[in-house]
């Protein structure tokens, strides 16, 4: 499933020629993205922005994830294009609401998927389509 998630994204927001594989780079994005990137990303959107959205909504908290997503594609359409803001949109939607409503959803684990979500998609340009 996830390669779907990332490889429709890689189809439509890239040009198609692969890049080729070098070993100590790839090891870089694994540390990279896994403990970076990923987790940064969800620390200060996921734990901060989130946590504080749903102190300002109280009852209706529920939105948070929601206003969360859209600041967060907002961010990634400056560097990149609006397919790549629609996508990321609702990766997080994803994962925003997957920490909400699983009990044992904790920042840990939507950190650790976005980190391997960011990897694969990285990891993707090493293939040609």
């Known amino acids: 499933m996830w390669f779907l998630i990332s490889f429709i994204p890689n189809l439509i927001t890239r040009d198609l020629k692969a890049i080729p594989f070098e070993v100590e780079t790839f090891i870089y994005n694994v540390f990279l993205y896994l403990f970076f990137v990923g987790p940064g990303e969800e620390i200060v959107f996921r734990g901060y922005a989130e946590s504080q959205i749903e102190k300002w909504l109280k009852k209706v908290n529920f939105f948070a994830p929601f206003i969360v997503a859209i600041l967060f594609g907002l961010l990634h359409l400056i560097n990149g294009n609006f397919p790549q803001f629609i996508i990321t949109t609702l990766i997080e939607l994803i994962l925003g609401y997957a920490k909400f409503y699983f009990i044992n959803c904790s920042l840990y684990s939507v950190a650790l998927a ?6 694969l998609n990285q990891s993707l340009k090493y293939f040609s389509f």
């Open 114 to 119: 976005h980190g391997l979500y960011d990897l």
